[in-house]
């Protein structure tokens, strides 16, 4: 696996890398991930970095032109690499990934699977790294386009995703897979709730909403802040529990707007505590506005039973279905809506977190995605089902 990312840095992209590493292991698969120098290593899973960088330690996601020597170097360490591990499969995530991965196709001739999680355009715009209709949009687009055709198949994390593909960017349908995150449920489950709540410092009694993952724009942070700022001025009685980074900026804002008082920012959390952190909860929210892009904290909050409230998305609607609470696409006041209803209901909670909680072990286990991309694999290297 190409990991162009400083993985492990307990977020969404290195949860989907770890999780199915993890998974074609416990099927019998040798898995080798090769990575950035920085991140942390996951128990069970061998990691490959690249020489250590003194200047470049920043764990956020994001564009950054210390990228482009960053990624020189992963090549540079996929390719030596790759001359004793020899690999039947080259898997490449993130488009940067798959860059990495068409030039080491070029030198072994081992067939690449691209692990698609949104357009990098779409995603450089999203972060604000270029305007639309720019030159380094047009040349960014191009730059997809040809790494879009040099993958033998393409494994999206969406079903939106896939649509993107095949309509936007003319990728033949035979060439795409949807692989969409899983969960483990066995580590993802409810836990004690009161004992979460004295980890945390929270009030046994107070109704507590849950966020967890990376803190942007991109992913509907500063709604977020309106959100709890609606609230607050409808007097309703909740505190938030934000978990993730970077949250310095978000944790001034909330003072700012005088609803730090309603906010406990715990920065980041280790990808082991989520699941206690996360059953202090009473419903979880994600206000992520990416119509294409995966949404993988939604699987996590299910596991652990708690109702989730999101806006209107596609992406949304294929994880969550009929167990997720849907406000109009970013709109902050149906969003703080939705919220005060849902707390309101104490029965109508317990029972919409229960459905998330079935719905999470039934339809969204890690191994079936693994089983999944082991059919992949098979067909890109050419080998019958076993």
Not at 29 to 45: L, P
Not at 111 to 116: G, K, Q, R, S
Not at 203 to 231: C, K, R
Not at 250 to 278: H, R, S, V
């Amino acid at each position: 696996m190409v990991a162009p990312t400083p993985y492990f840095a307990d977020r969404g992209c290195h949860v989907r890398i770890y999780e199915e590493a993890r998974a074609l292991r416990n099927l019998g698969h040798d898995v080798r991930i090769v990575t950035y120098h920085i991140g942390r290593d996951m128990r069970g899973i061998p990691v490959v970095r690249i020489p250590r960088i003194p200047w470049y330690n920043r764990l956020e996601a994001g564009p950054s032109w210390h990228k482009l020597y960053l990624d020189l170097l992963l090549l540079c360490r996929a390719a030596a690499f790759s001359l004793h591990f020899r690999p039947h499969v080259i898997h490449a995530h993130l488009h940067e990934g798959a860059g990495i991965g068409c030039l080491l196709k070029l030198m072994t001739r081992i067939p690449l699977v691209f692990d698609y999680q949104g357009s990098l355009s779409g995603e450089c715009m999203d972060h604000g790294f270029f305007k639309p209709g720019s030159l380094m949009a047009r040349i960014f687009g191009r730059v997809e386009r040809a790494i879009n055709g040099c993958a033998d198949r393409i494994v999206t994390s969406s079903s939106a995703g896939y649509s993107d593909l095949i309509n936007v960017w003319g990728v033949a349908p035979g060439r795409v897979v949807s692989v969409i995150d899983g969960v483990d449920t066995e580590k993802f489950r409810p836990h004690d709730r009161q004992d979460a709540r004295k980890h945390l410092g929270i009030a046994p009694d107070v109704p507590v909403v849950a966020y967890l993952g990376i803190m942007s724009a991109y992913q509907g942070t500063d709604l977020l802040l309106d959100v709890v700022a609606l609230l607050k001025a409808r007097g309703v009685r909740v505190r938030f529990l934000a978990m993730g980074f970077p949250h310095e900026r978000y944790q001034a804002a909330a003072e700012a707007l005088g609803i730090g008082d309603m906010i406990t920012f715990t920065g980041k959390i280790d990808y082991n505590d989520a699941p206690l952190f996360l059953s202090a909860a009473d419903l979880a929210v994600s206000p992520k506005l990416s119509l294409t892009e995966a949404n993988g904290k939604l699987f996590n909050y299910m596991a652990c039973a708690l109702p989730v409230v999101v806006f209107d998305t596609p992406v949304n609607r294929e994880i969550l279905g009929d167990t997720g609470i849907y406000a109009r696409l970013g709109d902050s006041a149906d969003f703080a809506g939705r919220i005060e209803a849902l707390l309101a209901d104490s029965d109508g909670l317990k029972g919409q977190g229960e459905r998330g909680r079935a719905r999470a072990v039934s339809e969204h286990a890690w191994q079936a995605r693994g089983t999944r991309l082991v059919e992949v694999y098979r067909a890109v290297v050419g080998t019958p089902a076993a």
